[in-house]
């Protein structure tokens, strides 16, 4: 298989760590979303994926598949130990609302295209990001309060860690104060001390800039 992300990008950086949990190796086919404008918005990309972002798996077969979440679910469903999600229904509905407070609640807020459009307009994007990107942290940690264990629901890793690394890691990348989230702090660092997040690090990347 094939992935094409960015080592900077949160969401390819999702996919790389669920990929090394699961022990999946795949190519890596970096697509850069600045350089000369943005590679992901050359036609032969666009082919793949209409929306023109990263990540996206192509499968041995030629078949492509967009939307982190989408990829991590097949991960789950094909290959399904270790499993990241949990068995109880409750539970198993707990992890996904967490992924989609950073799926759908803050990466989008922070995204490239819309920070360059809000710029476009005189709007401060890196203040509109770090708004969005706090606001989102500070229901995450609310929530991971009343969940959380060693990970982010319970003792067992899941998705829900897998989401909350990259965008810790935008956090920082925008300048937001991450003191007042003691949980996701902690939760990151024990996700941090496992060989299979590591690799997955930005700066850990073959396409990785200074
Ligand atoms: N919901 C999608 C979001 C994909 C996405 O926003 N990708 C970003 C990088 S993290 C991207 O390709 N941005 C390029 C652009 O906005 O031009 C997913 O989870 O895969």
């Not at 539970?91 to 710029?119: C, D, F």
């Not at 890691?169 to 902690?186: K, M």
Request: proline share 8%; charged share 25%.
């Amino acid at each position: 298989m094939k992935l094409y992300g960015y080592y900077r990008s949160s969401c390819s950086y999702r996919v790389r760590i669920a990929l090394n949990l699961k022990g999946i190796e795949v190519e890596h086919v970096p697509v850069h979303l600045v350089r000369g404008g943005g590679e992901q918005f050359a036609p032969e990309f666009v082919t793949k994926n209409p929306m023109a972002q990263v990540p996206l798996l192509e499968l041995d077969s030629g078949e492509v598949l967009a939307q982190s979440v989408a990829i991590v679910e097949y991960l789950e469903e094909t290959v399904p130990t270790p499993a990241l999600l949990p068995r109880d229904p409750y539970q198993r509905a707990r992890v996904r609302a967490l992924v989609e407070m950073v799926n759908s609640g803050i990466q989008p807020l922070q995204n490239s295209l819309v920070l360059k459009e809000l710029t476009k307009r005189n709007v401060d994007s890196t203040d509109w990001a770090r708004l969005f990107v706090r606001r989102g942290l500070e229901a995450l940690e609310h929530t991971a309060a009343g969940t959380a264990g060693r990970y982010l629901v319970g003792d067992a890793l899941t998705l829900a860690d897998v989401y909350l690394v990259p965008q810790l890691y935008n956090a920082r990348r925008f300048g937001v104060d991450l003191a007042p989230f003691p949980t996701l702090l902690r939760v990151e660092a024990a996700c941090l001390s496992l060989p299979a997040f590591d690799r997955a690090r930005p700066e850990r990347q073959p396409d990785a800039e200074p």
